[in-house]
C-alpha cells in the first residue's frame, strides 16, 4: 500500500514493555519473508508508535530498535532497516477514546529505499527519531 508494507497481524506489546509479545509472530515473520524475496528494497524503516502512555517518544523508539532486533537475530541484515519512533506524532485516529489510542499504537514498515536509492525524496528517518 504506497510504500507501507501491509502486516498481517499487529506486533504486539504488553503495556508499557518494548518487546514483541504473544500474537506477534505473523508480522515479523511477513516482514522478515519481505526482504528475503525482495532483495532490490535495500532498506525498510521500521516504525514504532505510541499513544496515551508517558514517555512516548522513547517507548516508540524502544519498541522499533526491539522489532529491528528481532529481525537481525532471524538473518536480516542490520542496514536494511531503519527503526524509527514517532511517539504520538502521526496519529491514525482519534487519541482521545481508548479504542482510538490502541489503534495508535502501532508498528509500521516502509519501503526506504530501492537499489540503494531512497523513495520519493524523503528521508531515510522519515523525520522519525
Known sequence: EGNRLVLPDLVRFAAGLDSPGRGSEAALVHIRGYLAAKDYI????IEGHVSGVPDAQGLSERRAL?????????????KRLYPVGFGDNKPIADGSTPEGRA???????????????????MPADGSGK
Do not use: F, P, Y
Open 103 to 121: 489503534q495508535n499504537t502501532r508498528i509500521e514498515a516502509h519501503n526506504v529505499a530501492l537499489r540503494g536509492r531512497l523513495i520519493g525524496g
Open 66 to 78: 526491539s522489532v529491528a532486533r528481532w529481525l537481525v537475530s532471524k538473518g536480516v541484515d542490520c
Open 42 to 45: 535495500t532498506m525498510v524503516r
